[in-house]
């Protein structure tokens, strides 16, 4: 396998490691003139050492090698494993070649606004832990007005009594010219009938306010994602603000005190958080950045790679 790059990779690159920290690498590959004639160029060679359980411990080492194809897909996709290689320092590589410098060169062809990976984790894991009030006061004010409601009747017949406020509001049409109504991000059709929503919504409600009561009580939480959500949202800031990610992160000191459970969710980790997606969202819609990679540039790197390497 001939090898393009290969790094130190996860919290030691992002300066969040400790003492139990296992060791993983990344690294890209340049396929065979077999595999591209075949085309069966595989995506990734992965390996890994150590223990069998699932409990990761310093001694584990996690490998991961992508084809050159699809580390650039990755790239264009904008997946955070791509992104945050493309910025590794040189003290993080083990091993490099011309090839990795000229994509490294040009890693900001990859900049766009659809920076999908970094901020929908983070979306996602802001949405488990937290919760506002506002949000469940919504869901409770859309039940009290359904639920005095016939459940056999459609939306569409009470429309004009729905609420529209923060996180309910009218959500457009569908393909098939549907309105269309969204609560907390829920969308239902005009179509459905009030008897479908409720339970859905009731089912909503009694979750999220159950990880809320969580939350409060700095339970039952993930530190570990809430801290990847932390790192990937101020990622994306970094990117959008400074036009690149320096590694080790700025913001470690404090990832390290969320990945560890140091801090109170509430006070101190969710007002971050919240402020913190809020901020890049913003930025995003402010951003001048494209809204997609030029693939036909990409497509035509791999093709000059593959014909000065391989043919």
């Not at 995506?43 to 310093?58: E, F, R």
């Not at 529209?164 to 179509?191: L, W």
């Amino acid at each position: 396998m001939e090898i393009i790059v290969k790094m130190k990779f996860g919290s030691h690159l992002y300066g969040t490691a400790t003492a139990y920290s296992d060791i993983d690498y990344k690294g890209v590959y340049l396929p065979s003139k077999k595999e591209i004639l075949l085309g069966k160029i595989p995506k990734c060679h992965s390996y890994s050492t150590g223990n069998d359980t699932s409990k990761n411990i310093p001694e584990d080492i996690d490998v991961d090698i992508y084809s050159l194809h699809y580390f650039i897909k990755l790239a264009c996709d904008g997946q955070t494993v791509a992104m945050d290689m493309l910025h590794a320092p040189d003290e993080m590589l083990i091993e490099s070649s011309e090839i990795w410098q000229a994509i490294v060169r040009r890693k900001h062809k990859f900049y766009t606004k659809n920076l999908k990976s970094f901020i929908n984790y983070a979306r996602r894991q802001a949405s488990k832990y937290g919760i506002k009030g506002s949000r469940l006061n919504t869901v409770s004010q859309v039940l009290s007005v359904l639920s005095s409601e016939d459940p056999d009747n459609r939306l569409r017949k009470i429309w004009d009594k729905l609420p529209r406020m923060e996180y309910c509001h009218d959500a457009g049409t569908d393909p098939n010219g549907m309105r269309q109504y969204q609560v907390c991000g829920k969308i239902f059709q005009e179509s459905a009938s009030i008897g479908y929503v409720i339970p859905i919504l009731k089912k909503f409600y009694a979750d999220y306010g159950h990880r809320a009561k969580l939350a409060a009580e700095n339970t039952n939480i993930d530190w570990k994602a809430i801290s990847h959500a932390l790192r990937a949202a101020f990622q994306t800031k970094e990117i959008l603000k400074e036009n690149t990610i320096n590694f080790p992160l700025k913001d470690a000191p404090f990832l390290m005190q969320v990945k560890e459970g140091k801090l109170d969710y509430p006070t101190e980790v969710s007002p971050v958080l919240e402020s913190l997606m809020e901020e890049v969202e913003n930025l995003i819609s402010e951003s001048e950045l494209p809204q997609s990679v030029d693939i036909d540039y990409w497509n035509k790197f791999i093709c000059d790679i593959l014909e000065k390497e391989r043919f």
